[in-house]
């Protein structure tokens, strides 16, 4: 490590933390230093309610995390460690739920659950589970995947019954991998909005959607601005603890794949069990959503679809955004996004695992958005870049970026494990193998990386399709996007408006789908290649 | 492979950068943007055509944006004064009025464009299939023979919602009203987000909806509406009022700072509170014009409900106490 | 004293073993020559109870265990890649076993002082197995397998991959460790030089 040029550390490291620091700090520091003044701190966290919401956004991200972590226990296990038919659709399955937009799960459990779910707290925290699944089936799988069956097969021999396995091998060696799932389902649910704003209703409003509502509908940017620096406060120890945690937890291994067919005849029931309750658990809600498009009254019908163009609530009345430009508006603003996100995550993920202690600022930092409303992002830099040198407010960059700023975290996370486990020694072989220190550092990383980067870019398209918090602070007449446009069919009542919002959300749906089923055989195919 | 990817993720983003960037910058000559609420209708009704003779004359061209109901329309608007989504905007209300000038919203003065009150409408067929007698009054609406049947605005995103809100509070005081609230939500009232869906899916009584509730917090000129575009045409009004629920609402329109159009603009705004302008407005939207000489339609004068005496808050207190109120009115009936 | 009866392993089309019987006394040392490949670590592995013959039974003193799992059958095994435990130290790998078994803690940390003395490495308790050298973690996977004092012990290639010197010296020392313990133990390697080192029988599978 010391052999490298000393350039190149910095040289990675500038550009996301430049980034973070025009796009992310100065906007918040702009928030903060509005609400810093006498009393209005004390004002608006004494607004009726404020102990409320924030003890609702706790509790409830507390229970999707715990519940989402015992519901993906098991799929993650059966996904990690064996071979079976339709094994790669299933990890679809699992994966497309946590890439769709808030909206799109909102819309499906209104379509799933019954009118009496509506606008409660239960059906927040179900539709957050059926989310969040993904993360655990992929971090906790991760590390399940490669544990040595060996390494169990030990513990056998030494009289470790199967529980007592688990209790003191599997479990304790799956900790990083458990931490990051249990940390990231939390910030997602802490900070959950679209889901919150269809599913909880008016009366379980999380801290998101009150700064929302105080922002966009009180006018009170003030209130806003104080609830999203008491969002971040709880939000960034919430990161610091948890990095913490997971870098002491981290033990590096040999690790090799170990999935395999499943052997005995009791192996092969389990497998295909959760096999098929996790697809019926995933598969349903998408379904009703999608069926729920067609349905009008008691019978099918295709008006909504037919209808969806015409952006018209009645005749003459506009819907206020046109359904379909906001699909082309999405797109490419997922594109820009994507590339935005892969570049200034890769930088980050390599400055990150080369540079130790100054990584770590890094590290933290870049996960800051994650923990930060989207709402406050945008609100954020809707109240920053209004004037020259830096009026962007109206620039159509402007939504990708935030965009980014939400999706680069994602690819960090996903390349730097990636890079950590790079076995010393093979760092050290490639070094020795007669390439400069550079060389062989470059070339070590980006055999590691290839398969990641295009997943994690993948994930960025997607992640840009749904982003819907940001989103609605910077969104501009004309330049609406889908979630947008869903959103607002949704919140009427009316039969078909509503169904024209389950059609859209199907829309969307099936093109999230398809950007991860492009990315995720792009990872493969890099695989074979190297 | 690698190499391949960025290409081609660099070319995309410059195509994309190339391409429209997203509907600030116009290429045809003179177009302008109108922003308005969303019961505004953007084509096909005499209003429409209206403008369309603007266009005609003037050589500007007027896309309609509608923005949401009015209370988000007016926050947006504020969130981006100086860079506005249009050049005019229509239909901040006098409840909202105060929103709009404290965030520098306007280039220069709004002007009323109309007025009308805002009140509870009823379904008569409901009540006389039934034999009950619609509420008369505020008070009314708290009485159990009235439960579960009104569907109001909320305040917070809805100017109607808002000049209801205002309303009780002028009628039960401003120690008064929080308690009419509580009373009012027990009793059963529905809260939706806008004007349209209140009306239009939600109340009973609109033509065209399925809505169940025969009670809402709409105009006092919406039963016209009821009868023109009633369809089978008919005499008679499907709806009637509560006069002693109403509250006077002004609607303003004005040149939105920040316009790259500011000449056009105003030329807009000289039409709008014109009367070839304002004669289209009773039978569209449905409010009073702003111009005395405008001559009402028949149809209007029958059905529309004046009230002799609506609530009335003085700009000022609403200025000073609308946040407040909205907040407690959340706390009150939604949590 | 261990039996197997007819063992038979398939994996898919592929026959690994066929019908394979043997024997080893209480207190023997046995050692199982044959090329790679031949089926030698799956034997081991059926033995142990981590993998299900399709044909055969296991006998352990005149006990069908064939079908007891392998946590129960008191039978260790030490890996050929040492499969040392990455989340424990040293001593929390050879203490393994007696923390399953439920032993006292003071009796526990007994034992594990004794075995590594035994195996000289009784500066090591507290290091992280991730720094052991080739020869340490080997010897440190062997006294785990002995600390919960086994029944059989199953050794899979216990010295391959070592040089040359650390190799003869360790075979001594393992040989020295199998007899003073009294250890019965199935030894498989494709050295003949070292089965004759340490054994008292050789088999060719």
């Known amino acids: 490590m010391n052999r490298l040029p000393r350039w190149l550390v910095p040289a990675l490291v500038a550009p996301p933390a430049l980034g973070l620091a025009v796009f992310y700090l100065w906007p918040l520091g702009t928030l903060v230093a509005r609400v810093v003044r006498p009393g209005s701190i004390a004002e608006a966290l004494g607004a009726p309610g404020i102990a409320r919401v924030l003890w609702f956004t706790l509790w409830q991200a507390v229970a999707s995390t715990v519940l989402t972590l015992l519901v993906g226990f098991a799929p993650a296990y059966v996904l990690a460690r064996y071979r079976f038919p339709g094994r790669r659709a299933l990890l679809a399955a699992v994966t497309v739920p946590f890439m769709l937009p808030t909206v799109v799960v909102g819309a499906a459990f209104l379509a799933l659950l019954p009118a009496s779910w509506h606008g409660t707290a239960r059906a927040v925290i179900v539709a957050h589970v059926f989310f969040n699944i993904a993360v655990v089936v992929r971090l906790v799988g991760a590390p399940w995947a490669v544990l040595p069956t060996d390494l169990t097969a030990a513990a056998r021999t030494l009289g470790a019954s199967p529980r007592q396995v688990l209790r003191h091998v599997v479990l304790p060696l799956l900790r990083p991998g458990l931490w990051a799932a249990g940390t990231v389902v939390f910030l997602f649910t802490f900070t959950s909005f679209g889901a919150v704003r269809l599913l909880g209703g008016a009366a379980n409003p999380t801290l998101e959607v009150e700064i929302a509502r105080r922002a966009t509908q009180l006018g009170d940017v003030d209130g806003a601005a104080v609830l999203s620096v008491l969002q971040l406060a709880v939000l960034a120890i919430v990161v610091w603890w948890s990095a913490r945690w997971q870098r002491r937890a981290t033990v590096q291994f040999h690790g090799a794949d170990s999935t395999r067919r499943a052997r005995s005849r009791s192996q092969r029931r389990q497998v295909a069990s959760v096999a098929a309750v996790t697809a019926v658990m995933m598969a349903t809600p998408l379904a009703v959503l999608v069926s729920r498009s067609f349905r009008l009254g008691d019978g099918w019908s295709l008006r909504a679809w037919r209808t969806l163009g015409s952006a018209e609530v009645r005749p003459g009345i506009s819907l206020g955004v046109d359904p379909i430009a906001s699909l082309a508006t999405s797109l490419r603003f997922a594109v820009v996004a994507a590339g935005i996100s892969v570049t200034v995550g890769g930088l980050a993920a390599l400055g990150i695992s080369s540079a130790r202690r100054r990584g770590r600022l890094l590290d933290v930092g870049l996960m800051l958005p994650l923990g930060t409303s989207a709402v406050t992002i945008g609100l954020g830099m809707l109240i920053t870049f209004d004037t020259a040198p830096v009026d962007w407010r109206a620039s159509w960059w402007l939504i990708p970026v935030g965009h980014a700023l939400v999706a680069t975290p994602f690819v960090v996370r996903a390349l730097l494990p990636v890079l950590r486990s790079i076995p010393a020694d093979q760092r050290a072989a490639a070094a020795t193998l007669g390439a400069s220190p550079l060389r062989a550092w470059w070339a070590i990383n980006v055999r590691h990386l290839r398969r990641p980067i295009a997943g994690s870019a993948g994930l960025a398209a997607a992640i840009s399709l749904g982003e819907f918090g940001a989103t609605t602070f910077l969104t501009r007449a004309g330049s609406e996007t889908m979630p947008i446009a869903i959103a607002r069919l949704l919140g009427r009542t009316g039969e078909i408006p509503r169904a024209q919002g389950f059609a859209l959300a199907t829309i969307l749906l099936v093109t999230t789908a398809l950007i991860i089923a492009v990315a995720e055989r792009q990872g493969v195919l890099d695989a074979r290649d190297a | 492979m690698k190499h391949i990817l960025f290409t081609g993720i660099a070319a995309t983003m410059l195509l994309a950068a190339c391409g429209d960037d997203g509907g600030s910058g116009d290429t045809a000559p003179a177009a302008i943007t109108l922003v308005a609420y969303d019961s505004f209708p953007t084509k096909d009704t005499p209003l429409n055509e209206a403008l369309t003779e603007f266009t005609a004359e003037t050589g500007i061209a007027v896309s309609i944006v509608t923005a949401g109901d009015t209370g988000t329309m007016v926050t947006k608007a504020a969130l981006t004064a100086g860079n506005p989504e249009g050049d005019v905007m229509w239909g901040v209300d006098n409840t909202l009025l105060s929103a709009a000038t404290d965030g520098k919203v306007f280039d220069g003065e709004p002007r009323v464009v109309d007025f009308g009150d805002v009140c509870v409408n009823y379904d008569i067929a409901w009540f006389s299939e039934r034999g009950i007698e619609p509420p008369a009054t505020l008070d009314d609406l708290l009485l159990p023979d009235y439960a579960d049947l009104l569907v109001v605005e909320n305040p917070t995103s809805s100017s109607p919602g808002l000049a209801f809100l205002l309303a009780t509070i002028q009628h039960s005081g401003e120690d008064g009203w929080q308690q009419y609230w509580t009373a009012l939500r027990d009793n059963g009232v529905e809260v939706v987000d806008s004007w349209d869906i209140a009306y239009y899916e939600r109340f009973s009584g609109a033509g065209g909806s399925e809505g169940d509730k025969p009670l809402v917090v709409s105009y006092g000129s919406s039963p016209p509406a009821e009868v023109v575009l009633a369809d089978p045409p008919r005499t008679d009004a499907p709806t009637g009022v509560s006069a002693a629920t109403c509250f006077r609402q002004i609607e303003y329109a004005g040149v939105l700072r920040g316009s790259p159009h500011p000449d056009e603009a105003a030329q807009l705004m000289e039409f709008l509170t014109s009367e070839r302008f304002q004669r289209e407005l009773p039978l569209t939207l449905f409010v009073y014009p702003a111009i005395a000489s405008v001559e009402l339609p028949e149809v209007f004068t029958k059905f529309a409900v004046i009230p002799d005496d609506p609530f009335v808050i003085d700009p000022d207190t609403i200025a000073a106490n609308r946040q407040q109120w909205q907040d407690q009115w959340t706390e009150i009936v939604l949590r | ?205």
């Open chain 3, 1 to 205: 004293m261990l039996a197997t009866r007819d063992i038979t392993v398939r994996f898919g089309e592929r026959t690994v073993l066929d019908h394979v019987s043997l024997q080893v006394a209480t207190g023997e040392v046995v050692a199982l020559l044959g090329p790679s490949g031949a089926g030698k670590s799956t034997l081991l592995r059926v033995i142990a109870g981590v993998l299900t013959a399709d044909g055969g039974s296991v006998w352990l003193d005149d006990r069908d265990i064939t079908a007891l799992p392998a946590h129960r059958r008191n039978i260790g095994l030490v890996f050929q890649d040492e499969q040392l435990f990455p989340h424990l130290t040293v001593a929390g790998n050879i203490g393994f076993g007696l923390r399953m078994q439920g032993i006292a803690r003071a009796l526990a940390a007994a034992r594990v002082d004794e075995l590594l003395h035994l195996i000289g490495l009784t500066a090591f308790a507290n290091r992280p197995v991730t720094q052991l050298s080739g020869g340490e973690a080997k010897r440190v996977a062997l006294a785990r397998s002995l600390a919960p004092r086994p029944a059989v012990l199953l050794l899979d290639e216990p010295l391959t991959g070592l040089d040359r010197d650390l190799h003869d010296r360790l075979a001594g020392e393992l040989a020295a460790l199998l007899r003073a313990t009294g250890t019965t133990a199935l030894l498989v390697t494709h050295d003949r030089d070292e089965a004759v080192a340490i054994a008292d029988r050789t088999i060719t599978l």
